[in-house]
């Protein structure tokens, strides 16, 4: 989130609502456990009845299909509807990339949900003593290990991972 534009995350943010049906519908047909209601799904245009076509069919994205366009350098192949939806979380989240706290909150809430999840870390939570690195002689004021820090995992070390 740090390093990602305003235009950039809303971009993405974008793709992702132009994607939502199609790959809701896929998922959806790799939880079907009967292989012949999977099959449907592959072979729609072969189906006799034309409800069962429509139900079968492969769901089109939102904004855009890119069938029957021909695409050119700098001009979108969305429709009104796409346009429109990125002009305004455009607006929105630019309102809030405005506000510090807001911008806290978000960065703070995708490091709770990163972490929470194992999500493309490159990062893991140091175990130490929070009172310091020195020995602590008083059985009393002995913790169990605290996360003290955060440290960089690089390529090759354990729990690192590449997200590919």
Same mark, same amino acid.
């Given at each position: 989130?740090?390093?990602?534009?305003?235009?950039?995350?809303?971009?993405?943010?974008?793709?992702?609502?132009?994607?939502?049906?199609?790959?809701?519908?896929?998922?959806?047909?790799?939880?079907?456990?009967?292989?012949?209601?999977?099959?449907?799904?592959?072979?729609?245009?072969?189906?006799?009845?034309?409800?069962?076509?429509?139900?079968?069919?492969?769901?089109?994205?939102?904004?855009? @299909?890119? /069938? %029957?366009? #021909? =695409?050119?350098? !700098?001009?979108?192949?969305?429709?009104? &509807?796409?346009?429109?939806?990125?002009?305004?979380?455009?607006?929105?989240?630019?309102?809030?990339?405005?506000?510090?706290?807001?911008?806290?909150?978000?960065?703070?809430?995708?490091?709770?949900?990163?972490?929470?999840?194992?999500?493309?870390?490159?990062?893991? @939570?140091? /175990? %130490?003593? #929070? =009172?310091?690195? !020195?020995?602590?002689?008083?059985?009393? &004021?002995?913790?169990?290990?605290?996360?003290?820090?955060?440290?960089?995992?690089?390529?090759?070390?354990?729990?690192?991972?590449?997200?590919?």
């Amino acid at each position: 989130m740090d390093i990602m534009t305003l235009n950039q995350f809303t971009t993405k943010v974008s793709i992702l609502a132009n994607q939502e049906d199609p790959w809701a519908q896929e998922g959806k047909i790799e939880r079907i456990p009967d292989k012949d209601e999977r099959d449907k799904y592959k072979n729609y245009a072969n189906l006799q009845s034309a409800a069962d076509r429509s139900k079968y069919a492969p769901k089109s994205t939102r904004f855009s @299909n890119g /069938k %029957g366009v #021909k =695409r050119e350098f !700098g001009v979108s192949i969305w429709n009104e &509807e796409g346009k429109k939806f990125c002009s305004t979380i455009n607006e929105v989240w630019r309102e809030a990339f405005r506000d510090k706290k807001v911008q806290s909150w978000i960065s703070v809430a995708w490091e709770m949900w990163v972490i929470d999840n194992d999500f493309c870390r490159h990062w893991k @939570n140091k /175990k %130490g003593n #929070k =009172r310091g690195g !020195g020995h602590i002689d008083d059985e009393d &004021e002995k913790d169990e290990e605290d996360e003290v820090g955060i440290e960089l995992l690089l390529e090759g070390d354990e729990g690192f991972d590449d997200c590919r």
